[in-house]
Every structure is written in C-alpha cells, then in structure tokens.
Nanobody, 120 residues
Framework: QVQLAESGGGLAQPGGTLRLSCEVS????????MAWYRQAPGKQRELVAI???????HYRNSVQGRFTISKDNAKITVALQMNNLKPEDTAVYYC??????????????WGQGTQVTVSA
C-alpha cells in the first residue's frame, strides 16, 4: 500500500509565502514523476508543477517564477515553495506521484489535498 501524506498549506496574505510538503510511504520499489495539482471551487483540477526523476521541472505559466518544486529522493518527499502568493492561487492542492510498489505495476497516487487560501 502506497500513501501520500501532505502537510503545510493554510492562510496567507497576498504577496506572502507558504510551503507544501508531501511524503510518499509504503512498500516502494521506484518513483517516477512527482507533481502538485490544484483545484479551485467550481474549476477543474490543474497541474501546477512537475519534477522528473532527473530533476527537470515544469510549471504552469501562472506560477512560473513564483513557485518552486523540489524533491528529496532519500526521504521520498516532494515540496512546493510558493512565494508572492496571489488570491487566484487559492485552491486545494494535491500531491501526485507515479509509483511502482513492490510486486505491483506502476500506478498513480494522490494525496488527500491541503487547502491554500490567499486573502487579505
């Protein structure tokens, strides 16, 4: 069984910062891409940032230059540093990872989501 556990999030003022973290646990054989998605009320879930096994990163245009995704291979964690937050960043943020559990095929796993609210 593979689990993704998120932490961080909360309330921030416009221009403020927050940091999200996600730990992958379980009987893990290998991890491929790790990513953060978000879903605002009434909108579809959208990709925010992704990091590949070799550390290559990609961001949606609206967060480029403000958000940074990083990972710790030893601890199997992925983080999202969010700077210069804007009200439009308000959403539930989800951790996502492609994982091959021991004795199982590659599968996509999701965290439970953590609320980020940007408001004055």
């Amino acid at each position: 069984q593979v689990q993704l556990a998120e932490s961080g999030g909360g309330l921030a003022q416009p221009g403020g910062t927050l940091r999200l973290s996600c730990e992958v646990s379980g009987s893990i054989d290998s991890v491929n891409n790790m990513a953060w998605y978000r879903q605002a009320p009434g909108k579809q879930r959208e990709l925010v940032a992704i990091i590949t096994p070799d550390g290559t990163t990609h961001y949606r245009n609206s967060v480029q230059g403000r958000f940074t995704i990083s990972k710790d291979n030893a601890k199997i964690t992925v983080a999202l540093q969010m700077n210069n937050l804007k009200p439009e960043d308000t959403a539930v943020y989800y951790c996502n990872a492609a994982v091959r559990a021991v004795g199982a095929p590659w599968s996509e796993y999701w965290g439970q989501g953590t609320q980020v609210t940007v408001s004055a």
